[in-house]
């Protein structure tokens, strides 16, 4: 399939005009009758769509209707119907989530928007199809086709032998002249692969690679090999993959050096955010091991199936969170860590969670590599993974049986000096082998 077959001119030429707007990765959804204005956009069961749809920050809903409250979030989404005219902005629209079910809709797309498609939207027609554009900014491009448009007929053509990502139909293989984007991927990696020891680079903002000599050039490296420069909607990718570089020992047993960071947030509530972290460390820290003066450190693994710290008297726990159903049921809760009083020390709120999950791609490629220094070169091998489907709530589930843990390296020193100096450090972390409970699917390539 590509762009010469006539049945799928119509579909890319749109895809063209999105592109010329700024889009850079685009999508299709079927519409079902229940598709519309009054009853929202239904966008998948869980919260993946929130890996792909860019948004702003999840915040409460807890509008009343009829007398009763509501238990579910939101999130504005920046916009734009696409016509001949060109963009009209839709200013209400917003993502709704559902914790409940889980589920996630969109709603407010047609009220204040100019040229708006409102016959279409609010009709429940079977064969409609929404097309969406998403930008390197964060904004989000739409139009939406009658069955009987040339553009749904293009569509229909090609569904078959696109990739899907819940309720999404991938169209970037229809950018590509009918390239199907992992297989382009892989010759990618195949031909990095090939050329052995590659000098440590990083790519410039300039598009141009240059030397790059600290020790930690694995990714940026690759990056670089791969023509990726960085953007503003989300972490580097490659045809809507995520490239994502681990360290190895071999190429035969591919055993990861080190766990994998999944993410480094700050936490949003506690005696960490409420009285600063000088205040924290004071009251949960412990004077340096090595025998440093005047620094006091806060580290350990922290995971939920474990009891209190015994440097630091806390532990970890899921506030909020069904283990059972692995469903969100308090949206206020969140992941804390709590003292032998109950008190808490630190906790990360569930919608900032989500708002860091979510730079994650719908599917990355882990890739290992060897380094031999100096000078720092990289060496990446022919056997990589692919991930696609991930969802913050099976990040919850994995903090709540362990495999997912929280690995801080917060320290101060110059304590009771007048200007302390304090350094931050608040990662997650997973083994490399325990991904596959973070994903929907993980296969070797």
Not at 223 to 248: F, R
Not at 277 to 286: K, N, Q, S
């Amino acid at each position: 399939m590509n762009k010469a077959n006539g049945l799928i001119t119509p579909l890319t030429h749109l895809l063209d005009q999105m592109a010329a707007h700024g889009a850079v990765r685009f999508y299709a959804k079927r519409l079902a009758p229940n598709d519309n204005s009054k009853n929202q956009v239904y966008l998948g069961g869980g919260f993946g769509a929130l890996n792909i749809i860019p948004h702003g920050p999840v915040e409460g809903d807890d509008s009343d209707r009829a007398g009763s409250v509501r238990d579910r979030a939101k999130a504005m989404v920046s916009f734009f119907w696409l016509d001949e005219d060109g963009l009209a902005l839709a200013p209400d629209a917003q993502l709704i989530l559902y914790p409940k079910y889980p589920e996630v809709r969109m709603s407010g797309f047609l009220r204040g928007a100019e040229r708006a498609p409102n016959v279409l939207m609010k009709s429940r027609d079977e064969g409609r199809v929404l097309v969406f554009g998403i930008c390197a900014d964060g904004r989000v491009l739409g139009q939406v086709v009658a069955a009987d448009d040339p553009i749904a007929h293009a569509f229909d053509a090609a569904a078959s032998s696109l990739e899907t990502a819940g309720v999404f139909h991938d169209l970037e293989k229809l950018r590509q002249d009918g390239t199907d984007p992992k297989d382009a991927l892989l010759a990618a990696l195949r031909r990095i692969h090939a050329k052995g020891w590659i000098a440590s680079q990083k790519m410039g903002r300039a598009g141009v690679p240059a030397p790059y000599s600290a020790r930690n050039g694995g990714g940026y490296t690759l990056e670089a090999e791969l023509g990726i420069a960085p953007n503003g909607y989300a972490d580097p990718d490659y045809m809507g993959w995520e490239v994502k570089q681990y360290g190895v020992s071999d190429f035969t047993s591919y055993r990861a050096r080190s766990p994998v960071t999944l993410m480094t947030p700050e936490p949003t509530g506690g005696l960490y955010r409420e009285e600063g972290v000088a205040a924290f460390l004071h009251r949960y820290g412990y004077a340096d091991k090595s025998g440093k003066a005047d620094r006091i450190n806060f580290g350990g693994i922290y995971t939920a199936s474990r009891d209190f710290h015994a440097d630091t008297g806390l532990m970890l726990r899921l506030d909020g969170f069904d283990t059972t159903t692995g469903k969100i049921t308090d949206l206020d809760g969140g992941i804390v860590l709590l003292d032998r009083d109950d008190n808490v020390a630190a906790s990360w709120g569930f919608r900032g969670i989500m708002a860091h999950w979510n730079r994650k791609h719908a599917k990355a490629v882990y890739v290992p590599s060897l380094m031999q220094f100096p000078p720092p070169e990289y060496s990446y091998g022919n056997v990589v993974q692919l991930c696609e489907g991930t969802d913050v709530l099976l990040l919850l589930a994995a903090i709540s049986a362990g495999s997912v843990y929280y690995d801080p390296g917060i320290k101060m020193e110059d304590a009771g000096s007048a200007r302390p100096v304090i350094k931050r450090r608040s990662q997650f972390r997973v083994r490399h082998e325990g991904l596959s409970a973070l994903y929907k699917s993980i296969s070797r390539a």
